[in-house]
């Protein structure tokens, strides 16, 4: 396919295209822009269409017209059209779905099994990896493997649901480039793997006398052990060793073992050295698996000179502490210093709030189409307001904003019946049990009680403590990947920033430093750190910006002052001494 082969309207969008991919590359010539799918698609995929100054459904034109040039050109596959299902195994199957239920993705993947002349009883994971490559090659989006992993969930549920469905569990292999390690329960040593796990979270009365550790690790820390205990295992694998020669975890702490498998993971985690070409610098990842190696030294009672020569070598898998935030973190602080973004982010929970009431009551568009009221939707949005607001009062980690209870970390206060509702926020971090409190009056305090009195009961499980619930069970808080995930799409779609929950804390100490660039004390309390390091790290971004700031203003105001008995630029200093009368 040729330009002239394109339709006069297609060759208008195509340009228009190009010049969008331009503005999210750093305004760069359309003439450079290469239509690979591999560069324009992420690219294009990741815009927000606020950063850009277009409409939402504008943005998904040019992707779409993109796609469409990308596959007349044969540069990506072409879509597959799926009809019915012909075979009648899959034609019962896709019949017995519940009608509640908008399985869309799982309707896909029946059909392409069913086009690829595949049985029910014969699908298994490979066939799912073999369907996510196919639609990676025909869509090149970034949610394909959400979408399936989406198909694998929903196929997984329906086992226990329909009579007949296949038994099959699946499971989406890992993406390319990451490595699949084999469960602890694929080696010898797994039964001291769960003896190890237990001594994790063991209460300090089980602890022995000469044990080091005295406070029981949490769930999270307990995951990531057993993560790092996967992948020093896998390591072992790698550099020759056999499952059946690994029958204890002792195996894992002779110190040439352990400096062998440090090596290979710095080789795989590591950061390039800036100065030397064929070396590579530790990074947070082996920093985990040296902490992980130094917990199975405690556990297994390494002794005194063995285990302090172990310790020695872990130092060098560890990253030295930063004085100073990173860059991403600094070019997102600097980016929220834009008055318009700015306001964006806090406005945002107002205009959600809005958004809610509008999908809970129902709404006519301009065009006179009727949109019928969804009010599970409108408590999805609402509960997106709320912890919004909350973040930017009291930044939270995820998962202490996930587990707020009313009554317990949330409770409510009116003075009166007409008087101000009054919201209390207290918080006991989950990370290092330090307490961190606010209140909340106006209209912050209004935001949750409309989330609470007139969206809440919409949702799944109103009855529960949970201030946000889980929609499969109410005695479970809200997932907080799914949560944390739900936010961040909710500030990109409509600031054009990406931003974590965890952003809100350094975007709170950056705005309380910027207000008083001494208030440390204030950063260290609002977020609830026992030391001032972290504190630190943004009080220096700060002072020194204000440095700069100071310094140039200086300069001005000193040569301001000196403009009257400055000298000429080029003329000699004794004629410019004897004009002044300085000779």
């Keep these: ?33 290469l239509l690979d799918p591999a560069v324009c698609l992420p690219a294009i995929d990741t815009a927000s269409a606020v950063d850009l100054g277009i409409a939402p459904k504008t943005l998904q034109n040019h992707r779409a017209n993109l796609r469409y040039v990308m596959r007349r050109r044969g540069l990506l596959a072409p879509v597959r059209r799926y009809g019915p299902t012909s075979d009648p195994a899959w034609a019962v199957l896709e019949k017995a779905l519940p009608k509640r239920f908008h399985p869309h993705r799982l309707h896909a993947f029946m ?29 090149g989006s970034k949610n394909v493997r959400a979408n399936v992993r989406e198909a694998a969930r929903q196929w997984n549920k329906m086992r226990g649901l329909i009579p007949g469905w296949p038994d099959t569990e699946l499971v989406l292999g890992p993406p390319e480039g990451r490595i699949q390690t ?48 996967r992948l020093l295992l896998w390591a072992m694998l790698q550099t020759g060793s056999t499952p059946d020669e690994l029958t204890d975890l002792g195996v894992l702490l002779q110190f040439d073992t352990a400096k062998r498998i440090m090596r290979l993971h710095r080789d ?10 064929n070396e590579r610098l530790p990074t947070h990842g082996t920093a985990m698996l040296a902490a992980t ?24 898998y560890r990253p030295k502490r930063q004085c100073e935030i990173g860059d991403d973190l600094s070019a997102l602080l600097d980016r929220l210093e834009d008055p318009e973004t700015e306001a964006r982010l806090l406005h945002l929970p107002a205009l959600l709030l809005h958004k809610a009431r509008r999908l809970r009551d129902g709404w006519t568009s301009k065009a006179g189409v009727n949109h019928p009221p969804k009010p599970q939707e409108a408590c999805w949005m609402a509960a997106l307001a709320a912890a919004l607001e909350i973040l930017l009062h009291l930044p939270l980690r995820v998962h202490d904003l996930t587990r707020l209870r009313l009554g317990e970390e949330l409770s409510m206060r009116q003075a009166g019946e007409r008087g101000p509702v009054e919201a209390r926020l207290s918080v006991t971090a989950n990370k290092n049990g330090r307490l961190v409190e606010t209140w909340l009056r106006g209209e912050p305090a209004a935001v949750l009680v409309e989330y609470l009195r007139d969206f809440r009961p919409l949702g799944p499980h109103p009855t529960t403590a949970w201030v946000f619930p889980n929609r499969d069970g109410a005695a479970l808080p809200r997932n907080k990947g799914g949560f944390s995930e739900r936010i961040a799409r909710a500030i990109h779609a409509h600031t054009g920033v990406r931003m974590t929950v965890h952003d809100f804390r350094a975007f709170a100490a950056a705005r309380i430093l910027q207000d008083n660039p001494h208030a440390v004390e204030d950063v260290r309390a609002l977020l609830g750190h026992g030391g001032f390091e972290i504190a630190l790290r943004y009080y220096r971004r700060t002072n020194r910006q204000g440095t700069a700031r100071r310094v140039s203003e200086g300069i001005g105001t000193r040569r301001r002052r000196s403009a009257a008995t400055a000298i000429p630029p080029g003329l000699p200093l004794d004629l410019a001494r004897r004009r002044r009368g300085m000779a």
């Design 268 to 277: 795989r985690l590591g950061t390039p050295h800036p100065n030397k070409a």
């Design 1 to 33: 396919m040729t330009w002239d082969d394109l339709p006069l309207m297609r060759r208008r969008t195509l340009v228009s295209s190009l010049n969008l991919l331009c503005r999210t590359d750093g305004k760069r010539s359309p003439a450079t822009v």
């Design 293 to 316: 190696l130094q917990s199975l030294a405690i556990f297994r009672k390494l002794p005194g000179e063995a285990n302090a020569r172990l310790r020695r070598m872990l130092k060098v």
């Design 111 to 139: 059909r392409d099994c069913d086009k690829n002349g595949l049985q029910p009883g014969e699908v298994t994971s490979a066939t799912l990896d073999d369907y996510a490559r196919r639609l990676a090659a025909s869509q």
């Design 182 to 229: 084999p469960p602890l329960s694929a080696y010898p040593l797994h039964r001291e793997a769960e003896d190890y796990s237990a001594w994790l979270v063991r209460s300090p009365e089980d602890a022995d006398e000469d044990d080091e550790a005295p406070d029981p690790a949490s769930p999270e820390t307990v995951a990531t052990r057993r993560k790092g205990l």
